[in-house]
């Protein structure tokens, strides 16, 4: 079964403390993952793809297919990271599967 | 980046009425573009891939003749809520794929009263 699990629906830190949301994947194929991103009364946005393998806002992610996980990492959050964070599966039959999200909320 | 619009942003109707939203893609040409359903707190439910000059295909669970696609143009999908009810309060979000980035409208919020 094809499935994306963010098994954290919220999770709270402090200003420039580390921050690490949890992505895990099912896909039999050759994943294509993705972290999506909507900030408060914007539109959802692409934050970073793992074929880049680049650091956007400070965050990175890495693919490790003997977890089957894709979890997304930030050193030193700031205020203006709170959001909402998806991670999403793009199959290979143009579909794209989605987590159920994270909503990151960073404390002064 | 790509831009997708939509319109309206939310719209509110009486049940069993018929509500359309449509979804433009400003400075490209698509000829796939997806219908996502998100309802409050939870993700992002594709309801139905719209394709240019064809039937779209809808997601298991999805009616078709509740959910009219139309994806008339390179530019323009719409989804129409036919005999809406409280029920299908929501928000429909489109969105489409440019080299393998998915690139979301701001979303219609839909209220039937």
């Known amino acids: 079964a094809q499935r994306v699990t963010q098994p954290e629906k919220l999770l709270s830190v402090f200003k420039g403390a580390p921050v690490e949301l949890k992505c895990n994947y099912s896909y039999s194929g050759s994943p294509e993952l993705f972290w999506y991103v909507q900030y408060s009364r914007q539109r959802l946005q692409l934050l970073l793809r793992h074929i880049s393998r680049e650091s956007i806002k400070g965050f990175t992610a890495d693919l490790n297919k003997g977890e089957t996980s894709f979890h997304l990492k930030k050193p030193f959050a700031q205020e203006e990271d709170s959001a909402m964070y998806y991670c999403?599966?793009?199959?290979?039959?143009?579909?794209?599967?989605f987590g159920a999200g994270t909503r990151l909320f960073v404390k002064a | 980046g790509a831009v997708v619009s939509q319109h309206p942003s939310w719209v509110i109707c009486k049940s069993g009425t018929s509500v359309k939203i449509e979804c433009r893609s400003l400075d490209f040409q698509a000829t796939t573009m997806f219908w996502y359903r998100q309802f409050p707190k939870q993700s992002l439910m594709l309801m139905a891939t719209?394709?240019?000059?064809?039937?779209?295909?809808?997601e298991q669970g999805v009616e078709k003749d509740k959910f009219l696609i139309n994806h008339a143009s390179l530019t323009l999908s719409t989804l129409t809520v036919t005999s809406a009810h409280p029920e299908d309060s929501s928000f429909y979000i489109c969105s489409a794929r440019v080299t393998g980035e998915l690139f979301f409208g701001e979303g219609s919020r839909l209220t039937v009263l």
């Open positions: 719209s394709n240019e000059g064809s039937k779209a295909t809808y």
């Open positions: 999403a599966l793009h199959t290979g039959g143009f579909k794209t599967i």
